[in-house]
């Protein structure tokens, strides 16, 4: 499986302006998970082995009323899960903190990642797009979603990319939370 790879930084303000549940809005770093499964290979992609994702969400979720067991990044490479996550909510915004996890004798992080996509139902929903943040510098607090729906629950996953000694990449599993704008 290919490791994820979310490495557009767009505003998250751009959450409800796409067109369509199966298209990309111009210039953003959302993906459709409708056009993934349809096999639009371009957001596959930019984000995870389209079959490697299938497989991890869409069978897990397909008796859920929810996405609260959606999952952004299974862990690719042997790498480590974040330490700890903290979302803090503002008006309008999320801020996701990443706290880094003990590592191996060689092993860089070299970056922190965040992902949000709306909590709602997997079976009727149509607000599929996910939007990512990036921070390559400790101590990883730098991932602010903003424009966002104040009261909307959002599902959040957070997870490091980490260069091995041997130059290879790892990648953890995502933590999951969820925040709500004030």
């Known amino acids: 499986m290919s490791p994820p790879n979310f490495s557009s930084t767009a505003d998250a303000s751009t959450i409800d302006t796409t067109a369509s549940p199966t298209t990309d809005a111009a210039g953003t770093a959302q993906t459709s998970l409708r056009s993934m499964v349809a096999g639009d ?9 389209r079959n490697g994702f299938i497989k991890q969400n869409l069978s897990d979720l397909r008796e859920e009323t929810d996405l609260t067991n959606f999952v ?31 590592l ?27 939007s990512v943040q990036e921070d390559s510098s ?15 629950v959002y599902i959040v996953g957070g997870w490091f990319e980490f260069i091995k000694p041997d130059g290879t990449f790892a990648y953890g599993q995502a933590l999951m939370d969820d925040g709500t704008p004030a």
């Open 41 to 49: 290979s371009r957001p596959v992609d930019r984000s995870t082995d």
């Open 138 to 152: 400790s101590p990883y607090s730098g991932l602010v979603f903003t424009g966002l729906i104040n009261g909307q």
């Open 72 to 102: 952004f990044s299974p862990s690719a490479g042997g790498g480590i899960a974040a330490a700890g996550i903290t979302v803090t909510p503002a008006s309008t915004q999320l801020s996701v903190t990443l706290t880094a996890p003990s």
């Open 104 to 130: 191996p004798t060689g092993w860089t992080i070299s970056k922190a990642i965040a992902a949000i996509i709306r909590q709602q139902d997997p079976q009727s929903g149509t607000l599929y797009n996910v």
